[in-house]
């Protein structure tokens, strides 16, 4: 019932916070001195973005967005396989049904919430970037290119004739698709 953080050296819990879905898949990422914790179980489906440095109980009172631990939170907007990517200045979090929400990270400021033209299947990798590129690959066997930043531009679509289930390593230059 709760999401929780650990001293890796002593296994010593440091802080807590309640009120997430009762299932994250997602992997927790971090960026500078924020770490985004997302779910998109229902009927929490939240994302939040905890402050680096929290101690104790930071679960957010009824009807708070924010604490002094927790920089901001939405409900209703976490993902609920892919994990959330931060890249630039953005956080990015992809919806298994093919929409694509760009946030400020610092602030939670909304930028966009799009709908990738997809046939209508899942998501299920996460979103990778490199190059001032976000990848997305569908279930449909699609790979979605959306150029990053605070403007939604899906600049290419590649078919790659296989159902993608998986999230695409980057490493040298080169993309590994599974």
């Given amino acids: 019932n709760f999401i929780r953080g650990y001293d890796p050296m002593t296994g010593k819990e440091l802080w807590r916070l309640g009120g997430s879905s009762k299932i994250t898949a997602p992997t927790p990422v971090f960026s500078d001195d924020l770490i985004v914790v997302a779910s998109g179980r229902r009927p ?6 905890i402050r680096a440095g929290a101690t104790g109980d930071i679960t957010l009172a009824k009807d708070q967005t924010t604490n002094k631990d927790i920089a901001w939170s939405k409900t209703q907007r976490g993902s609920y396989m892919p994990t959330p990517l931060i890249y630039g200045e953005h956080l990015y979090v992809l919806a298994n049904q093919g929409v694509l929400d760009c946030y400020n990270l610092k602030t939670g400021e909304e930028i966009y ?3 990738l033209p997809h046939k209508g299947g899942g ?3 996460s979103p990778v970037a490199a190059d001032g590129k976000i990848y997305l690959p569908s279930e449909d066997g699609e790979m979605f290119v959306v150029r990053a930043g605070a403007k939604f531009e899906v600049i290419a679509t590649n078919p790659m004739s296989e159902l993608l289930m998986t999230t695409p390593a980057i490493s040298s230059g ?3 698709v599974r």
């Fill in 123 to 125: 998501f299920s990798g």
């Fill in 44 to 49: 929490e489906a939240p994302i939040f973005v």
């Fill in 174 to 176: 080169m993309m590994f």
């Fill in 113 to 115: 919430r799009q709908r």
